[in-house]
């Protein structure tokens, strides 16, 4: 694991967090996705998936955790609830940029793992996200598949992986 290089707390997210979460989101998306995805598809996605309804239907019905460095948010993690078979979906996992590589996104998923207790997690990443693909790979996950997405209109490749806890 790596080691902390700065002090954070992570906690469930409460209302108050929403705007900062939006933030965090697009943030993080226009950095990770520059040259990847056109910003006009990447903000239809950011609207619908991170307007203020869906967030607090997020919220509401799904694990959703923030880590705050000095009183401010600094990235966000969240999961599905567990599943009858143990399993759990990685949904979002984003730290603002200037915070990357510090150990805190491994502090956020192994809080989310050690909270929820899945015998089994998975997500989808952009298959050209090599920084998230990296992170995951470090992690242990294991490559499942590679497919073809519809993202609201434009073609992506996506990468399924899973880490067996």
């Known amino acids: 694991m790596d080691k902390p290089l700065i002090t954070i707390k992570i906690r469930k997210m409460h209302i108050d967090d929403i705007k900062a ?6 943030v993080s998306w226009n950095r990770t996705y520059d040259g990847i995805i056109p910003l006009t598809v990447q903000n239809i996605f950011l609207a619908v998936a991170y307007s203020e309804e869906m967030l607090m239907k997020r919220l ?3 694990p959703f955790f923030v880590v705050e460095e000095h009183g401010e948010l600094i990235g966000f993690a969240n999961f599905s609830p567990v599943k ?12 603002l940029p200037e915070a990357q590589h510090k150990g805190v996104g491994t502090q956020l998923l192994t809080y989310g793992l050690a909270n929820l207790k899945p015998n089994r997690i998975c997500l989808n990443v952009e298959s050209e996200n ?4 990296n992170f995951y790979y470090a992690k242990g996950f294991k490559f ?9 209109g434009y073609r992506l490749k996506t990468t399924r992986m899973a880490l067996e806890i």
């Open 21 to 26: 979460v939006q933030h965090i989101a697009e």
């Open 60 to 62: 509401k019905m799904t």
């Open 84 to 95: 009858e078979n143990g399993e759990i979906e990685l949904s979002a996992i984003y730290i």
């Open 130 to 133: 090599t920084i998230g693909k």
């Open 144 to 152: 499942i598949e590679e497919f073809d997405e519809d993202f609201n």
